[in-house]
């Protein structure tokens, strides 16, 4: 069988529905962003901490909560090929920190200001913002109980957006209060979904006897009204959770935070308490909610550590960079390199290679011409590539410069002159070319 027939015949393997590549081309606008969030971390003396991917089932099972979406419904979950241990491809971070938090007894020396990021998997239907492998960026806040802390957290989502030049941004915030209020709550929301049990759809109608507040979540349109007249949690709630939701409204307000207090705002995951809030965009289309979290004092406890209260937010990379890209605030795409270099294999090949190393040593970031046949190519094919890569100047050494212990050095940006330099001369030569286009 000949080569190409070979290749004819050979299937192409492509990726995993819903977990996309990260091609060159975006890479830039990823360094960007992560970039933001290192400085917005240092800014507010976040820690960084990283989990890794897989976990023990158990983790989000008790971490999460056995009757949501993610649980029931979403994650990757597979049993270990030697002992059987029921393991998880992380669905979110917060239960893996705080198993992790547990685990190594960070709170021991007192509260603790965490971030973390990376992939996460939901095994979802995937469309425009809503993707099987995504990745989130997430801080979370363990040891703190008053509501300075929760108003820290969404001063930080909103200097972030600020810093991204993300437009069209919305906050919006609510209170799950405690417990015993939601069990209240709970029970006026049997009754009268129960009174109206026609109009339930069927996730709903088991919800109804498993997690009655996952209702509320529904975006069934049907079932917009019946939601709507629901008894509102906000109605539940005692003293100590109005106050502390008061004092967080009152903390937003005094540095110019809007926010819109939505009574349905409930979140996928049950580990909440007291605050909760999503910062939610119109221009994305059903995928708008860019970042979300909450206050979620009871589940250090509820997985095996010392009671502390903690609370955090999480934010969806693609979702942000798409947001970005919406608002126009992307940045301008990068020069692969400084200074391109070009030869005519050989001796000339040895010395270029001579030349750009000491560019690198200069700090200088610099493309080797290398030929794709592993022989030559034309100097004007060279040119071509020098100008595609971006580089503000290409080094060209061909056998007349080199009998002369030269190079020519080409402005390929601004002005266009070649001149010729000492091989000596270069690294220097390259250097006062890029100050001087800087001054
Ligand atoms: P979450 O709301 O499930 O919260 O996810 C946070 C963010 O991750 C969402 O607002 C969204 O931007 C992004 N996201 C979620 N699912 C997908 C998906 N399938 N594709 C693309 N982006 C997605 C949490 O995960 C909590 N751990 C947040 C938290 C931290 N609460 C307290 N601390």
Redesign the pocket.
């Known amino acids: 069988m000949t080569d190409q027939a070979k290749t004819q015949k050979i299937q192409k393997i492509n990726g995993v529905r819903g977990m996309n590549d990260l091609l060159p081309a975006d890479a830039a606008q990823w360094t960007h962003l992560e970039h933001v969030l290192r400085d917005l971390t240092r800014a507010y003396g976040y820690e960084f901490l990283r989990t890794p991917i897989v976990e023990a089932t158990a983790v989000f099972q008790r971490g999460i909560g056995e009757v949501t979406d993610?649980v029931e419904k979403e994650m990757y979950s597979f049993e270990d090929r030697l002992n059987g241990e029921q393991l998880t491809l992380r669905p979110?971070?917060?239960a893996a920190v705080v198993r992790s938090v547990v685990e190594n007894n960070l709170l021991y020396e007192g509260p603790k200001r965490l971030w973390y990021t990376g992939p996460?998997f939901?095994h979802?239907r995937p469309q425009r913002?809503?993707?099987?492998q995504?990745h989130?960026f997430?801080i979370?806040a363990m040891g703190f109980a008053g509501p300075d802390i929760d108003a820290e957290i969404i001063l930080m989502g909103q200097r972030l957006w600020d810093e991204l030049g993300l437009k069209g941004v919305r906050l919006e915030i609510n209170s799950l209060g405690q417990a015993p209020e939601r069990a209240e709550h709970r029970a006026a929301l049997v009754t009268y979904f129960e009174k109206n049990k026609e109009q339930l759809d069927e996730d709903s109608q088991r919800r109804l006897l498993t997690n009655p507040l996952r209702i509320l979540d529904s975006k069934n349109p049907a079932m917009q009204d019946l939601i709507e007249g629901a008894p509102k949690l906000l109605d539940f709630l005692g003293e100590e959770s109005l106050k502390h939701f008061e004092a967080v409204q009152a903390l937003l307000k005094a540095n110019n935070i809007p926010c819109k207090i939505n009574p349905r705002l409930v979140?996928?995951?049950d580990y909440y308490n007291l605050t909760v809030f999503?910062w939610i965009t119109e221009e994305l289309g059903a995928?708008g909610?860019?970042?979300?979290?909450?206050r979620?004092d009871p589940l250090i406890e509820r997985m095996g550590g010392k009671a502390a209260p903690a609370?955090?937010?999480?934010?969806?990379m693609?979702?942000v960079l798409e947001l970005m890209k919406v608002s126009g605030s992307l940045p301008e795409p990068q020069a692969q390199c400084d200074a391109f270099v070009i030869h005519q294999g050989g001796e000339t090949l040895t010395a270029a290679m001579i030349i750009a190393e000491r560019l690198r040593n200069a700090g200088i970031d610099v493309i080797l011409f290398c030929p794709p046949d592993g022989q030559s190519a034309s100097f004007k094919s060279q040119m071509k590539k020098a100008d595609a890569s971006g580089a503000a100047y290409a080094v060209i050494i061909g056998p007349d410069e080199l009998a002369q212990n030269e190079a020519q050095l080409k402005d390929l940006r601004s002005t266009g002159v070649q001149k010729a330099v000492a091989l000596d001369g270069v690294v220097d030569a390259v250097i006062d070319a890029i100050v001087g286009s800087t001054e």
């Open positions: 993610i979110e971070g917060t996460m939901r979802e913002g809503r993707y099987r995504f989130q997430g979370e979140r996928g995951l999503e995928q909610t860019i970042a979300g979290g909450g979620y609370c955090g937010w999480a934010m969806g693609e979702r």
